[in-house]
């Protein structure tokens, strides 16, 4: 089904596309450009900043060098409130493909982000960024919220086969075209759904060498295996859009790797989602009949432990809620050591288990929405964008809203932003960890200290 479209969904020009004011863009764009300068030691930026003005004052916008655009993707990454991982931002890899604008070259620059942040296993933090918005023509859009997403089938008598969350991406994706699983499977891949400007939502296989699946076993219970339970290895989220300096790229997947929790706690323990916690409990031999023996917090325990388990032993990066919520306190440190103020959503950072048992828990934080930054992409007007509508819709009259809610006001759950960020409110967000092999990362920040 690669490449299949749904016919007379869109019209063929951006006539409702409106771009940014030009005054409100050579705002941002200063503000970023001194920042580049001042933590770059560059010197004064006026210079950047008068070809800057006259790119805006010709053309209603700006080029980004790539030295900008690289600086301005990480500290999208350290700016985000919601994120547990930061500690890394320096190391997040990007990939400049802003050349790249149709469907099927995105489709296949996603591929080589997928097959490159895998890596085997060894999980790299990264970013591929795509064309951006142009002051008369927008850029291209990745409808999936992630890379690889599993179906969730609605049953005609009620209930989901599959994934609860991924329910309305999965009615498109039918809707254009695509078979599904035969017959329908809790895990099976989702195609990913791209649209390009002027054009309808098309529909891509993704090939499955390049998926990793890890599946889950448990180290003391044998049956666990025969639950059929397996997850994705690299959480590439690639429905947000990236702001940098006023120039705003619609499409940029970007991967950390995952906390542990972040599967077990949210993906196969929340109700809405898998809701596997009581069927574990029953296999251990505990009562479900009350709460008060605390048998979803015995399952839920075991489920984290068996995700841990199973990514250690095949030999993909994953990391613990204790490890990172640490981590995190070393960052804001380095932060403040920096004379850099660190936006903190609580609710966002405090883990999903044994959450008063990290140091994450007993303090208080400032939260505060500032660019470069990561934003879910919003509804043209108040309405909310359904995937009904997308594929209805010409990208020139979704790509751009009046209102950019900053990452703190958005509901999406966490899953939705994985990648750059760890561990978020709702499902979860991998941790941009680094091991030392992965770029020494340790030594350049002891470096940028000194």
């Known amino acids: 089904m690669a490449g299949s479209t749904l ?48 790119e805006i004052e010709f053309s209603g916008s700006y080029w980004h060098t790539p030295a900008e655009l690289s600086f301005g993707a990480r500290v999208a990454w350290r700016n985000n409130s919601r994120c547990i991982g930061r500690l890394y931002w320096h190391s997040l890899r990007v990939r400049d493909r ?79 075209g695509w078979p599904g699983g035969q017959p329908p499977g809790r895990f099976d891949i989702l195609p990913l759904l791209v649209q390009e400007a002027g054009a309808p939502v098309t529909l891509h296989e993704i090939p499955s060498d390049a998926i990793l699946e890890v599946g889950l076993e448990h180290p003391d219970y044998r049956w666990f295996a025969n639950l059929g339970l397996r997850w994705y290895a690299v959480p590439v989220i690639s429905d947000m859009y990236l702001d940098v300096g006023g120039v705003r790229y619609p499409a940029a997947p970007f991967n950390g790797w995952y906390m542990g929790t972040e599967i077990g706690s949210r993906d196969f323990g929340d109700a809405g989602r898998y809701d596997e916690l009581r069927e574990i409990a029953s296999r251990m031999g505990l009562s479900t009949a009350t709460d008060r023996n605390l048998w979803k917090d015995k399952a839920l325990t075991e489920l984290n432990l068996a995700v841990l388990h199973s990514f250690d032993g095949a030999g993909v990066a994953i990391t ?64 909310a964008l359904t995937p009904a509508a997308l594929a209805q819709t010409s990208l020139a009259q979704t790509s751009v809203a009046p209102a950019e ?27 941009l960890r680094m091991i030392e092999e992965q770029g020494g990362v340790e030594r350049q920040l002891s470096q940028l200290e000194s």
């Open 7 to 54: 016919p007379d969904y869109s019209p063929s020009a951006p006539a409702g596309y409106e771009s940014p004011a030009a005054d409100r863009v050579m705002e941002s764009a200063e503000q970023f450009i001194t920042l580049f300068h001042e933590e770059n030691d560059l010197g004064s930026p006026e210079h950047r900043i008068r070809q800057v003005r006259r």
């Open 98 to 176: 802003r050349e790249v604008s149709t469907a099927a070259d995105v489709v296949t620059e996603a591929v080589a982000h997928l097959r490159s942040a895998t890596n085997g296993g060894r999980i790299r933090p990264q970013i591929t960024v795509f064309a951006p918005d142009a002051p008369d023509r927008p850029g291209p859009r990745i409808i999936s919220s992630q890379l690889i997403r599993y179906a969730g089938y609605e049953l005609v008598g009620g209930g989901v086969v599959g994934d609860p969350s991924n329910v309305d991406l999965t009615r498109l994706a039918r809707e254009l």
């Open 405 to 431: 809610p900053s990452l703190r006001e958005l509901p999406q759950p966490a899953n939705e932003l994985a990648a750059v960020c760890p561990h978020q409110a709702g499902e979860h967000v991998p941790h």
């Open 320 to 383: 613990d809620h204790h490890t990172e919520s640490v981590r995190f306190l070393q960052h804001i440190q380095r932060e403040e050591r920096h004379g850099r103020a660190c936006p903190v959503d609580w609710s966002w950072i405090v883990p999903p288990a044994a959450s008063s048992a990290t140091p994450v828990f007993h303090r208080t934080y400032t939260d505060f929405d500032q660019t470069p930054n990561f934003y879910r992409h919003p509804a043209p007007g108040t309405s």
